[in-house]
């Protein structure tokens, strides 16, 4: 996954914060999402092409879990003008095969519920 660059990104119908899974750090608010990355909103900047452990809570049990763990580097920070907050760009990297596979039925619902289609599960948590 990490020499594929993936265009295709979906955006959440809910809150989905992201933690560093290690120290269990608040790193930002997914604002959208692909197979091959992500951007997170943020109080502060992000250090550049850094490495993290990323957990991201699931809205139910998918393949046995109830939260995603994979990495991500950061590629890009800025900061929007409008909101003052901090948008950070990431690659993901070394993603497992199942956690793609709970990534691509993310995208899946977040793309039925943007069409304004009804939601499979309940997605506040």
């Known amino acids: 996954m990490d020499n594929i660059k993936r265009k295709s990104r979906e955006v959440p119908n809910d809150y989905f914060l992201v933690y560093e899974h290690q120290k269990n750090e608040f790193m930002g608010r997914l604002l959208n999402m692909s197979l091959g990355g992500m951007m997170l909103v943020s109080e502060g900047p992000v250090e550049i092409e850094k490495l993290f452990s990323c957990r991201m809570k699931l809205p139910e049990v998918i393949y046995g879990h109830d939260y995603i763990v994979f990495e991500a580097e950061s590629?890009?920070?800025?900061?929007?003008?409008?909101?003052?907050?901090?948008?950070?760009?990431?690659?993901?990297?070394?993603?497992?095969?199942?956690?793609?596979?709970?990534?691509?039925?993310?995208?899946?619902?977040?793309?039925?519920?943007?069409?304004?289609?009804?939601?499979?599960?309940?997605?506040?948590?």
């Open 75 to 125: 590629r890009w920070c800025k900061m929007n003008n409008n909101t003052k907050m901090y948008e950070t760009g990431y690659q993901l990297k070394n993603v497992s095969d199942e956690v793609e596979k709970m990534i691509a039925i993310l995208m899946k619902i977040w793309s039925s519920a943007n069409d304004n289609s009804p939601k499979t599960w309940p997605m506040k948590f």
